[in-house]
């Protein structure tokens, strides 16, 4: 273990030695680098957590919250009637529990979700006896309580059934019955829960006890280090501690923004976490995050970025806010980023006077032409797990071709709603996402909340324009569910021509979802070939047709409408499983129009097939 006096520095939002991080001093012990264990992605051998159910959780305290304001719109005109289900109006809610956004405004926070779904984070946790450690008891024995300064600590806290991790600053802690408080944070997702799920604490004195952790004693003025290593550290090596959030800020106002910048050909490392900075929530869907990056553009048209190295930034990559035209960035590779590789996201005036205003997007103050081309992204993630190699909420028409990503604790891809539509995938290699996390698939979607935008004709439509996800090599090969997850409430997709492989099923349709066509993909190794998550109705039905359905079990569909107006479009379909045999709306053989069922064919012959739809 090494000390030195740093007298000058206030905080230490982090440590690299010779360009490789140390992680925070912590319980349990673990690499900040290396994926949080999960048995049920498949990921049984990474960091271990205290498991939630070793700890009591303090419920939220709601009389604490301020006053509360629901907006929703209910002009019939200005609402979505393309499901039985719901996400038919635009809704949020202000303030109360939504005060800790910024803005403090969020879909989950509106009337009417019920106490299942509204936003409420605990209060508190207090650890069980079981994972604490006895006195004297050594690095892996326990949280070494009480500490000396508890103020200084911070909680990761996955929420249950990990959909994100809240982080937590501390309020108090009661020795006696070692029970903390939550001060601020909570604010790094957008769906709560009254309880704490697997978590960890850092930043503690009592827990530096493991190679290649640090910690800061600002009381002191000392950097504390234990060296992971044979010997002595080299007298050459070179010791970082990041301090500065942003590289490059390119912000200007809309109506003077700034146009053909190019940032080419450098490396951009050792910028500090944000996970502390305010978050807001985009839109409907599940994410909340920090509109910051080590590379910021907003208010910009015709700017590159193009042949860089992101590695080892704590907070997000590139980040696209607000209005920005033609933003392209190209040939670049992310590393080990601490959040998102990339990020975008629009405005609308969600806190004005009139908080309808949140539903008009029409004047274009949002990201739009973003061209994502020829990127390598893997490794992200390492402190918001809520995180991915493209993230976007509030944005319109991107392009998101021939990239390669890989290794992320979330979806790969993530679209938060269906704000304008017109974006395309195509020719994307996608793999081992969702390492850490559950209910995804490498790419995923929601369409909660209905936005009025251009996108579709040129004319104001709450109907997003189509997406095309093409051409793309898509393995779910952890926590298979699904290699497009087309969640709650998402439509105008047309997913053809790709190479899926693995997962629960082939095609979702979440809740309320419709217009989903799947057809010419091939599906390698599914359970069953589509599930269907609500009634449909004529006019917005999603069709499964064309393709080629390898399947490990026998059914083709699940929930699928089978007859009747609702019925969903299915037909020439070639299904091949175990057993030579298969079932559609309860009928074997398949009745389907050109449908047939067949024995599994050989690998080779299915690479051969995907060689060919992906013009390999």
């Known amino acids: 273990m090494y000390v030195s006096d740093v007298t000058g520095l206030d905080y230490a939002w982090g440590f690299q030695m010779d360009g490789v991080r140390a992680t925070r001093a912590r319980y349990p012990n673990g690499n900040v680098e290396l994926p949080e264990r999960q048995e049920e992605s498949g990921n049984p051998q990474g960091v271990q957590l205290i498991p939630g159910s070793s700890a009591s959780w303090t419920p939220p305290d709601l009389s604490k919250q301020g006053t509360q304001t629901y907006v929703t719109n209910t002009n019939p005109s200005q609402m979505r009637n393309y499901s039985d289900y719901g996400f038919q109006e635009y809704m ?11 803005p403090p405004v969020a879909y989950w926070c509106a009337d009417g979700l019920g106490s299942a779904s509204a936003f409420r984070i605990p209060r508190g946790v207090t650890p069980h006896s079981a994972v604490i450690a006895p006195k004297g008891g050594g690095p892996d024995s326990g949280l070494h309580l009480p500490y000396a300064n508890p103020e200084d600590a911070i909680f990761n806290v996955w929420r249950p059934a990990r959909w994100a991790n809240w982080m937590f600053e501390l309020e108090k802690y009661d020795a006696a019955t070692n029970n903390f408080t939550f001060g601020k944070g909570g604010f790094q997702g957008a769906r709560g829960n009254n309880a704490g799920g697997d978590f960890f604490v850092e930043n503690v004195m009592e827990e530096f006890d493991y190679p290649n952790e640090f910690f800061f004693d600002k009381r002191e003025s000392k950097m504390y280090f234990y060296y992971n290593g044979t010997g002595s550290p080299s007298d050459n090596s070179e010791y970082v501690v990041p301090t500065v959030k942003t590289a490059f800020n390119l912000t200007s106002g809309r109506y003077n923004p700034i146009k053909d910048v190019t940032i080419r050909g450098l490396t951009i490392t050792a910028l500090r976490y944000t996970y502390m900075e305010p978050h807001g929530v985009p839109s409907g869907g599940d994410w909340a995050l920090d509109r910051m990056g080590a590379i910021f553009y907003e208010g910009t048209e015709n700017c590159k970025f193009d042949s860089n190295h992101v590695t080892r930034v704590d907070g997000n990559g590139v980040f696209v806010s607000g209005y920005n035209r033609n933003t ?26 009139n908080p309808l205003e949140g539903f008009d997007g029409t004047d ?50 993530n679209f938060n709603d269906g704000f304008a539509g017109g974006d395309v995938l195509e020719g994307n290699l996608i793999f081992s996402t969702c390492r850490e996390s559950g209910d995804h698939g490498p790419f995923n979607s929601w369409d909660r909340q209905p936005f009025l935008t251009t996108e579709r004709n040129g004319q104001p439509s709450v109907q997003m324009a189509w997406r095309e996800i093409r051409n793309n090599f898509i393995i779910d090969n952890y926590n298979m569910q699904e290699g497009v997850d087309s969640d709650d409430g998402s439509a105008y997709y047309h997913t053809h021509d790709n190479f899926l492989v693995s997962g629960s099923r082939g095609m979702k349709s979440g809740f309320a979802g419709h217009d989903n066509y799947h057809h010419n993909n091939i599906y390698a190794y599914i359970k069953l070939g589509f599930i269907i998550g609500s009634s449909q109705i004529e006019g917005h039905l999603d069709a499964y047709y064309n393709s080629t359905v390898i399947m490990t079990g026998t059914t083709v569909g699940q929930g699928e409408g089978c007859s009747g ?3 969903t479009i299915v037909h020439d379909l070639k299904i091949f499983t175990p057993t030579g045999n298969a079932t559609e709306c309860g009928k074997s053989p398949p009745q389907s129009p050109g449908t047939t069922v067949a024995k599994l064919p050989a690998d080779d012959e299915i690479i051969g097939w995907a060689k060919i739809l992906l013009r390999m």
């Open 328 to 353: 392209t960035i190209t040939n670049n590779e992310f590393s080990w980023i601490g959040g998102n590789s990339m990020a975008g996201w629009g405005y609308t005036n969600e806190t004005a006077k």
């Open 364 to 413: 274009g103050n949002h990201p739009k032409y973003t061209t994502i081309v020829n990127n390598l992204a893997r490794e992200i993630g390492h402190y918001e797990k809520q995180s991915s190699f493209w993230f976007q909420g509030k944005v319109a028409a991107s392009i998101i071709n021939y990239n390669v990503f890989f290794n992320g604790p979330r979806a790969g891809i």
């Open 565 to 567: 107006p609702g019925k």
């Open 92 to 102: 949020v809610g202000i303030n109360g529990p939504c005060d800790i956004y910024d």
